[in-house]
């Protein structure tokens, strides 16, 4: 499953490197959950989180279904 879940984020990659950002996968844990790391602009933008939810998350729902329950960044942000 993490392969193909590396092979998915792919296909997200370049939307987040036009604007400056990339996305990095971190695990794939027993509970269903990706994890990745926001890299570049995205890991310091106040919207990351609702790029994580609304783009890569429902992105891997719709290709892989039940598989994934949850996709969470490992980063910690901290907006001022």
Known sequence: MKEKIMEALEQVRPFLQRDGGDVQFVDYTDDKVVLVELQGHCAGCPYSQMTVKNGIENYLKENFGDE??????????EWQ
């Open 68 to 77: 994934v329950a949850a996709v969470e960044a490992t980063n910690k942000f």
